[in-house]
């Protein structure tokens, strides 16, 4: 078995990283469009935000409910080339919402992104996984990051390119998804030669985790609920920040899509601290800070001013976007051997509280207002004090077992 030294000397595969990330920059840049056109669709199809709500759910649910199902059917039988099936649809998808013509079209075109993703997913992390070599956290930081950039992207470019042109212009981002399918081939080929060691990986680590099953369930539980604190607030913002920037300061879209892109763009910041960070301190410490931390920022934020909002949603997208890859790599190392499964029930549930927020929430903003959203999700933050009934996990046996089967390439 190979020392410590030697599993840092191996290094991560960043080629392998970066390839990873780099598609899911693009992949999530498209996808971003769906959330940046919302102000456009609500006009061209006289939208309530019910409606606006029920888009994100569809994308969302459909990404929700299959990518455990994905993750589970990938441990058993991993499918190196499935990313670039994954691709193919959130391609589909961009194409039918360019030429949407009524409302039951634009729910079918977000399903269909959502099938993109929940293919997507669970495998990219796996492969993230594979290329750490032990710098598990670090590794879901850069596969993280490069989504969150690219949902960042969206705004802008709905700013510079699609509200010129109408939303048939998001067409104009199609080659963006064969560019993403050439990189995936690619990290096809490389994660076919790894799957006979990932395997022999997990044979190895399957029964050894450290605590018993009732355990498993609670603290799964809590990083659930967690997820759902953090999700749910930040689709308020995903979903409504625009509207709430210019129902409430009279901005025009223009202005508010570039402040939606600062809230994204500080999402992707957060997210590559959140991993490293987490390998060094531990991740229960970053999930703590990460969800209990925010919620100073976000009691104050229905009192703000343009500028302190500014300021305080970028603050709290660095801050709440740090808890996701802590999150996802705490649950992997709690059940080793299952990274498909979890990755798959937790990007899933992320999703799928992305997408119910964004529908019980538009029904609040249609009923009470758009205030009203932000008055109630202040508090969810509050949900992180359960971080302190995670237990504390020491991974250093798992994770040289990994390593030390993962070394060969």
């Known amino acids: 078995m190979q020392n410590k030294k030697e599993i840092s000397a191996a290094g991560p595969r960043y080629k392998v990283l970066a390839s990873i990330s780099f598609s899911h920059f ?37 990404a929700s409910l299959l990518q455990p199902v994905v993750g589970i059917y990938t441990d058993k039988h991993p499918k190196p080339f499935s990313l670039v099936f994954g691709m193919t649809c959130t391609l589909a998808g961009i194409l039918m919402l360019a030429f949407a013509g009524s409302y039951p079209f634009l729910l079918m075109a977000a399903m269909m992104v959502g099938m993109g993703s929940s293919i ?20 879901q930081s850069i596969f993280q990051v490069g989504g969150n950039v690219g949902a960042s992207m969206g705004p802008l470019l709905a700013a510079w390119i699609v509200i010129p042109h109408s939303k048939t212009a998001i067409s104009w981002f199609s080659p963006a998804a064969f560019l993403a399918m050439i990189v995936l081939l690619q990290v096809g080929f490389w994660y076919r030669k790894q799957v006979p060691s990932f395997r022999k990986a997990q044979q ?26 953090k999700n749910f607030y930040l689709s308020s913002l995903n979903s409504y920040y625009m509207f709430y920037l210019i129902q409430k300061f009279q901005i025009d879209m223009h202005h508010a899509q570039y402040m939606l892109f600062l809230f994204l763009f500080s999402v992707a910041v957060g997210t590559l601290i959140g991993g490293p960070v987490g390998d060094r301190i531990g991740r229960k410490r970053v999930i703590w800070f990460s969800i209990l931390g925010v919620a100073p920022f976000t009691l104050m934020l229905p009192y703000a001013n ?28 709690l059940i080793p051997g299952k990274f ?49 009934f995670l237990p504390n996990i020491s991974d250093n046996i798992i994770k040289h077992k990994i390593s030390d089967v993962q070394h060969n390439d």
């Open 306 to 333: 343009l500028f302190w909002t500014a300021v305080l949603t970028v603050v709290i997208g660095l801050i709440l976007a740090s808890a996701f890859p802590a999150i996802l790599v705490f649950a992997q190392e």
């Open 204 to 229: 190895n680590i399957r029964h050894e985790s450290h605590f018993s099953r009732n355990k498993i369930i609670q603290t799964i539980i809590i990083l659930l609920l967690l997820v759902f604190s």
């Open 26 to 62: 693009l992949n999530d840049t498209m996808q971003s469009l769906i959330l940046a056109v919302y102000p456009i669709l609500k006009a061209d199809f006289d939208l309530s935000f019910v409606q606006i709500g029920l888009i994100t759910l569809s994308y969302q649910i459909t």
């Open 340 to 388: 498909g499964m979890i990755s798959g029930l937790f990007y899933g549930f992320s999703f799928g509280m992305g997408g119910l927020g964004a529908a019980i929430l538009g029904n609040f903003a249609d009923r009470w207002g758009i205030d009203t959203v932000y008055d109630i999700c202040a508090f969810l933050p509050l949900l992180g004090i359960l971080a302190v």
């Open 120 to 139: 997507f997913h669970p495998e990219a992390a796996r492969v993230s996984r594979i290329a750490s070599k032990g710098r598990f956290g670090l590794a």
